[in-house]
């Protein structure tokens, strides 16, 4: 079994959206996905100019992780960007946490996520 992904901290919550070349119909490209957590991450470090230390800080993860996610969010931009691919900028996940609550998504209970406690009763988890 992998280990439980650790939660990201967003400061922002990026809204779901779509870039791609001009004159080109959406449907004849092939997308490349760009995760809330990469697109945090080339905020951080490219527009405020943070040190990876101090973005991984802000983002709750450590300094090798933030490297990692940087690199693949350049690696998907740059792919984008000399292919003419279509550049999805995907919406948050359960794994993703926000700095400032009142950004926060709300927690839903999912049915289809229960586990079973120690007397064999299943109980819902919160996600």
């Given at each position: 079994m992998p280990r439980p992904r650790k939660?990201?901290?967003l400061t922002r919550v990026p809204r779901p959206a779509i870039y791609k070349p001009s004159g080109i119909a959406l449907r004849d490209?092939?997308?490349?996905?760009?995760l809330p957590e990469e697109l945090e991450?080339?905020?951080l470090a490219d527009l405020d100019g943070l040190t990876q230390?101090?973005?991984?800080?802000?983002?709750?993860?450590?300094?090798?992780?933030?490297q990692r996610i940087l690199e693949r969010a350049?690696?998907?931009?740059?792919?984008a960007l000399t292919e003419g691919l279509a550049l999805r900028i995907a919406g948050t996940r359960r794994d993703v946490a926000t700095a400032n609550p009142d950004l926060a998504v709300p927690?839903?209970?999912?049915a289809a996520e229960q586990s079973v406690?120690?007397?064999?009763?299943?109980r819902?988890?919160?996600v």
């Open positions: 939660r990201c901290v490209l092939r997308q490349v996905k760009l991450a080339l905020r230390a101090q973005a991984a800080e802000r983002m709750c993860v450590s300094r090798s992780t933030f350049h690696r998907h931009v740059a792919l927690r839903q209970t999912v406690g120690r007397r064999g009763q299943r819902r988890r919160q």
